[in-house]
């Protein structure tokens, strides 16, 4: 009932930048967080940022200094600011956000956004 769409991603050489974005939409009762995380073939999917509804923001020891994470809580929008982009940041990112809908209002759950794929390479 709630639905991820994220958009932003694409091929970039080493020291560019990108913008991910995230759209929640649907039936949303609340959001407690939304943030990013990525998974390369073989590997564990990690977080790489996130941002609760009070604007704490939580990120990896990998890309701080480098990224920045923000929302507009109206839309219900999480931005990614990607910066100084290294070959090692190569992977699918995927957009979470962790609330509730007015279809199921039991319990908070984790939804998925498809993926977007972001590729550093010269």
Request: proline share 2%.
């Amino acid at each position: 009932q709630v639905q991820l769409a994220e958009s932003g991603g694409g091929l970039v050489q080493p020291g560019g930048s990108l913008r991910l974005s995230c759209e929640a939409s649907g039936s949303i009762f609340r959001l407690n967080a939304m943030g990013w995380y990525r998974q390369t073939p073989g590997k564990q999917r990690e977080l790489v940022a996130s941002i609760t509804s009070s604007a704490a923001t939580n990120y990896a020891d990998s890309v701080k200094g480098r990224f920045a994470i923000s929302r507009e809580s109206a839309k219900n929008t999480v931005h990614l600011q990607m910066n100084n982009l290294k070959p090692e940041d190569t992977a699918v990112y995927y957009c979470n956000a962790v609330g509730r809908s007015y279809s199921y209002l039991v319990q908070d759950y984790d939804y998925w956004g498809q993926g977007t794929q972001v590729t550093v390479s010269s």
